[in-house]
């Protein structure tokens, strides 16, 4: 449970008159009957706090602080989440306890009330230099990848290889693997967001494969890296040969394919409108970079692993919400192509030469 010392004085702010008098800790089943039926865990320690004024009138409130769990709330972000959830969530409820105050601890204690909050926001700093994916376009219409071209695709291999360092965290690999085919911008949530009746059959047989691809995963645990998270061209900013990333997520941690397949896919992507850029263009990149990665980094299972975040990568790539100016024809190729991939048990990247005869 914790309670910040702050607490009193926060409430004082909130209640003017009002003192608080005592600050008990409630169990996950309180007032539940002991035995087999008993909750033994619960999604935080709640606290009860007893407030009286002046005129001896008493007050209970309970002061509720999320705790870390395996079930979806290990990241800070999930539990705030959940907070400003149950804010928006109560009063929407007949007969159901008031939301009062939302807010955040500080580091020095302090609590910073957020109940009259609209929307977080975020300020960052700015990366110079231009996207990585114009230089796919440019690649694409020319046909050519350049020797700069071939020099970045070696500083993304090796930034990626540097950034893959091994962490302990089984929970967190599940986590990712479980996000990868369940989360709203996972498999499913990509999945959903197709127009309906567009690709119905490929889509369906692309998501089950997914589904038992989760469970291939899920134990290798020992996978766990550092990842990016959303490690694609739009993210990746170079001026001159300086690379910097922006928009990291997911946790920053989980399987090394996530980035490997969010870059790479993206080469077969630009190059299906180009064709002709594949052979000395995109092509020569797609394979430069699998290749430049292996050298700096070992992962003998990489291979294996990459399959369904290959076909989560192409799912977003086809979804016409992303890209609208694919063509269907296109599309399908783009989808049959990862349904393969995830059919023959791992990413070959010689498997992607037969799109492009």
């Not at 939302?102 to 009259?116: C, F, N, P, Y």
């Not at 980035?259 to 394979?287: C, E, K, Q, Y």
Request: charged share 25%; glycine share 8%; hydrophobic share 45%.
């Amino acid at each position: 449970m914790i309670v910040t010392p702050r607490i009193r004085e926060h409430l004082a702010r909130l209640y003017p008159g009002w003192r608080v008098t005592a600050i008990e800790p409630l169990a996950p089943d309180t007032g539940a009957t002991a035995g087999v039926t008993e909750k033994a865990i619960g999604y935080g320690l709640p606290a009860r706090v007893r407030l009286v004024d002046e005129h001896g009138t008493e007050r209970m409130l309970v002061w509720r602080v999320s705790s870390a769990n395996e079930f979806g709330h290990d990241r800070r972000a999930d539990r705030a989440g959940n907070a400003l959830l149950a804010f928006d969530d109560f009063s929407r409820i007949p007969r159901h306890i008031e939301a009062l105050d939302v807010g955040a601890i500080t580091r020095s204690g302090e609590l910073v009330s957020l109940r009259d909050w609209d929307e977080l926001y975020l300020l960052t700093s700015f990366a110079p230099g231009t996207i990585y994916a114009d230089d796919l376009r440019r690649i694409a219409n020319d046909g050519v990848a350049t020797d700069l071209d071939i020099a970045r695709v070696d500083a993304l291999a090796t930034y990626l290889a540097t950034l893959h360092v091994p962490i302990a965290g089984p929970q967190q690999y599940r986590r990712a693997i479980r996000d990868l085919v369940g989360h709203g911008e996972g498999i499913f949530g990509i999945v959903d967001g197709y127009p309906a009746g567009r690709f119905v059959d490929r889509l369906k047989a692309i998501e089950r494969r997914c589904v038992e691809w989760r469970w291939r995963l899920r134990a290798h645990e020992d996978r766990l890296t550092r990842t990016h998270g959303d490690f694609h061209p739009f993210n990746i900013v170079f001026d001159g040969m300086q690379l910097t990333c922006l928009d990291a997520s997911r946790g920053a941690c989980g399987d090394p394919a996530d980035d490997l397949t969010a870059m790479a896919v993206n080469f077969v992507l630009f190059s299906i409108d180009r064709r002709a850029s594949w052979r000395r263009g995109l092509g020569a990149l797609w394979h430069r970079f699998w290749q430049t990665y292996a050298r700096h980094r070992s992962d003998p299972q990489l291979a294996r692993a990459a399959p369904p975040f290959f076909a989560w990568r192409t799912l977003v790539v086809c979804n016409p919400k992303f890209y609208p100016s694919l063509d269907d024809v296109a599309r399908a190729e783009l989808l049959d192509f990862a349904a393969h991939v995830l059919d023959a048990g791992e990413l070959d990247p010689r498997a992607a030469d037969r799109l492009f005869p």
